[in-house]
């Protein structure tokens, strides 16, 4: 049977159209805005964006579509699931294109849209600074319930702060604590400066620039800390050369990269932590998979700590390393 051209061109389009949006290709250049304005609602292109995402690989897919997709449509992440039925312009939907692509070329979904969420804060976030994991999340929460367990004012030292994160959610969900934030790298601080002021905590978190502990002067800043926490560069020069192209290519080497065996800040701030720490006070650390027992030894030979906790995530790879100061005596609890 023969069509006309107009004929054939309805035909396709209807057919095309018949096809679900999960298995639509990202193709605006291909299909007329018109033909798919019945089709690409928030709901289904988030449902199309998770599975492309899982597809390619990409960390915490759903989660990604959801930034990206509030990014493109001007709405928050909630505000998604509340407006399911709304239909996307093809102006967004041309946005929408060349972020999804972007993603899938293994550019963090964070640098695409310039910002992340961390312990329920809505963070900026650069090429200059580590983007923060779900799972350094950990860190804060162990962080706050040795806080609340406190009675005075706290004072909290956040090495290796970078864009700000575990100061920010610490600060936000502890009133009573002040917080001194280092980091080694400038730019990252612009990054945290930001944030700070976004969450208006400035009042509550001091930042300074220098080498882990350098720019703290103890008698002038503050006297000792009643809690350090650190999420260091714990990388080895091993593990590196293996990390997926989204971390390795677009985050900061100086984020990631400890040395050799990765513990050299580990080493570093061992070195010096008894100098800034109370008496019953408490040293934090985020560490990697497997070097539980190295930083246990570590903290061991420190001589300061009366007990050392290594706590593993739901896959028992190690992930907090949490050293207590002693009152008085020696001797370390397991």
């Not at 690989?57 to 579509?65: E, K, V, W």
């Not at 969450?199 to 703290?216: A, M, S, T, W």
């Not at 903290?299 to 050293?323: H, S």
Request: hydrophobic letters at 40%.
């Amino acid at each position: 049977m023969l069509f006309s051209g107009t004929e054939l061109r309805q035909n396709l389009i209807f057919k095309l159209v018949k096809l679900s949006a999960p298995r639509v290709h990202l193709c605006w250049g291909v299909l007329s805005y018109s033909s798919l304005m019945n089709t690409w609602t928030i709901q289904k292109l988030l449902n199309w964006i998770t599975k492309h995402f899982t597809e390619k690989g990409i960390d915490s897919p759903r989660l990604s579509a959801e930034l990206v997709l509030s990014h493109v449509v001007g709405l928050k992440r909630i505000e998604l699931y509340t407006q399911f039925d709304k239909h996307v312009s093809k102006e967004q939907l041309d946005m929408l294109h060349d972020l999804v692509k972007r993603a899938g070329q293994n550019e963090p979904i964070a640098h695409i849209v310039g910002k992340t969420e961390f312990y329920s804060l809505e963070l900026d976030i650069t090429p200059d600074c580590l983007i923060p994991r779900p799972e350094t999340e950990v860190l804060v929460e162990r962080a706050i319930e040795f806080l609340r367990t406190r009675t005075s004012k706290q004072l909290v030292c956040d090495l290796c702060t970078g864009s700000g994160c575990v100061a920010m959610a610490i600060a936000k969900n502890f009133s009573n604590a002040d917080i001194i934030a280092t980091d080694i790298s400038d730019a990252a601080l612009k990054t945290a400066a930001k944030n700070i002021e976004k969450h208006q905590l400035k009042e509550r978190i001091r930042l300074l620039c220098g080498d882990l502990f350098d720019p703290v002067m103890p008698q002038l800043d503050v006297g000792k800390f009643d809690l350090i926490v650190c999420n260091p560069p714990y990388v080895s020069a091993p593990e590196f050369e293996s990390l997926n192209k989204n971390v390795k290519d677009y985050e900061p080497k100086s984020a990631l990269l400890a040395g050799a065996d990765g513990l050299d800040i580990y080493r570093r701030i061992v070195e010096k932590v008894d100098d800034f720490l109370k008496p019953d006070a408490a040293l934090m650390l985020e560490i990697g998979y497997r070097q539980g027992p190295a930083v246990r030894e570590l903290l061991e030979k420190a001589g300061c700590f009366g007990e050392i906790t290594i706590e593993k995530d739901l896959y028992d790879n190690d992930q907090i390393a949490m050293a207590k100061k002693q009152k008085s005596g020696t001797g370390v609890k397991n």
